[in-house]
């Protein structure tokens, strides 16, 4: 900071923001590039993680070359015994890993909505950028998540490799993860709530990936928002077909303005809208209904630019 205000010093109009903003575009991705490229030079509490990732990302690319590997072989990748034996001093756990995957899938599903087979691979930079992205997301809560996934055979008492409703009220209620919890400032009675969020199959079971993903919809804005937009989908597939792909006011207002979906909404930490306003607002060609590209993407950015502003 000193050394950008005295070199700026004489410059006229140009805010320390600016300058500040420059700065960092200049220097970031370069600092961030030498973190990955070297990781034991970074911030130790990434250092054995990115290590890790380099490591199970070099065992594939020997074999494939080309600087890219399969999401999909990377994510089995993590069940060798080396590297499950290396996870927990690199502080990931197996739910992390599904989540941080899902969470790529995702995005290169988005980016590949035309293609009648999805390529999935991905490169180092992509990986690291994802996994640092969720760790960041769940800072405070990934000593939670361990003792879950620690405990979740426990609570798991049919042995279903799930929790159903009085299993996973059980787990929550444990006194140790509800101090864990408590000392992140978090209520363990909100996160009892996201349960049926959660059981996105209304099988009344949820997995432990899908517990870690309930917490990434309480911290992570772009992950709440992705899903919200999925249960939105749902909904709007079951009386999507009856109109030829396109909602009217009143079917909006009929799909999406009910309780149930506005309580899972809640859940996931989002804002609920005045569907009535709404409406008008996605409606960008004035044609009267919606077709869902106006809805998804219109969700999204309201639900992302609604998160800024708490």
């Known amino acids: ?25 200049t220097h970031m991705q370069e600092a961030y590039d030498n973190l990955v490229k070297s990781p034991r030079q970074g911030d130790n509490e990434f250092v054995q993680l990115l290590g890790l990732l380099e490591r199970v990302f070099s065992d594939l690319e020997k074999r494939n070359g080309g600087g890219v590997v399969s999401l999909r072989q990377y ?19 197996v739910a992390e890993v599904c989540v941080f995957y899902s969470i790529l899938w995702q995005q290169i599903s988005e980016q590949q909505t035309d293609a009648i ?3 999935d691979e991905v490169n ?5 950028s994802c996994v640092l992205k969720m760790k960041e997301a769940l800072r405070g809560f990934d000593r939670a998540i361990a003792y879950i996934e620690r405990s979740f055979d426990e609570y798991d008492l049919d042995h279903s490799g799930t929790l159903d409703r009085e299993e996973f009220q059980a787990l929550v209620e444990e006194p140790t993860l509800v101090r864990k919890l408590q000392t992140v400032g978090f ?4 996160f009892a709530k996201i349960f049926q969020v959660l059981d996105e199959e209304g099988m009344g079971q949820v997995s432990m990936e899908q517990v ?11 992950f709440a928002a992705r899903r919200g937009v999925k249960l939105l989908q749902r909904h709007y597939q079951k009386i999507g077909g ?3 792909g396109n909602l009217n006011k009143e079917q909006v207002l009929a799909t999406f303005d009910a309780p149930a979906v506005s309580e899972q909404l809640t859940s996931m930490n989002l804002t609920v809208p005045d569907w009535s306003t709404m409406f008008e607002e996605l409606d960008l060609d004035a044609s009267g209904d919606l077709d869902w590209e106006e809805i998804g993407d219109g969700m999204f950015t309201f639900w992302q630019n609604h998160w800024r502003l708490r």
Do not use: W, Y
């Open 124 to 128: 180092l930079e992509e990986i690291c």
């Open 187 to 190: 209520d363990t009675e909100e």
């Open 1 to 25: 900071v000193k050394i950008i205000t005295q070199d700026e010093k004489d410059t006229e109009d140009v805010s320390f923001a600016d300058l500040l903003d420059e700065f960092l575009l």
């Open 212 to 222: 870690a993903e309930g917490f990434m919809c309480i911290r992570d804005s772009s």
């Open 242 to 244: 009856k109109s030829k």
């Open 75 to 93: 994510r089995q990748h993590f069940d060798h015994p080396s590297i499950k034996a290396d996870m927990p001093k690199s502080r990931i756990t």
């Open 117 to 119: 087979f999805i390529n």
